[in-house]
Nanobody, 120 residues
Framework: QVQLVESGGGLVQPGGSLRLSCAAS????????MNWYRQAPGKERELVAHITSTGGVTNYADSMKGRFTISRDNTKNTVYLQMNSLKPEDTAVYYC?????????????WGQGTQVTVSS
């Protein structure tokens, strides 16, 4: 059974930091691209960060560059999102997403999300 379980969300003051984790099971984690998305109330889900299966390439949405860092540990089947200098506009539900990097079908899986609230 495929599972992506996010953790690490919560309430933080502006300027603070959080580290999200996403633990994967039920598929070959090391062959999947991993993404973090977020969705704020009333807004569409947006891509936050992306990391390739080996961790060799990462990409970020412009508003997150320099503040967020995505990483992965293929020995622990876990992807992380370190978020620094948080702003109120970062408030959203953050989702972990896995996409098979090579071959077809391009399986994709989603976690249930973790709430991040940035407020004083």
């Amino acid at each position: 059974q495929v599972q992506l379980v996010e953790s690490g969300g919560g309430l933080v003051q502006p300027g603070g930091s959080l580290r999200l984790s996403c633990a994967a099971s039920g598929f070959t984690f090391s062959t999947y691209v991993m993404n973090w998305y977020r969705q704020a109330p009333g807004k569409e889900r947006e891509l936050v960060a992306h990391i390739t299966s080996t961790g060799g390439v990462t990409n970020y949405a412009d508003s997150m560059k320099g503040r967020f860092t995505i990483s992965r540990d293929n020995t622990k089947n876990t992807v992380y999102l370190q978020m620094n200098s948080l702003k109120p506009e970062d408030t959203a539900v953050y989702y972990c997403n896995a996409v098979r990097e090579y071959g077809l079908p391009r399986y994709t899986y989603w976690g249930q999300g973790t709430q991040v609230t940035v407020s004083s």
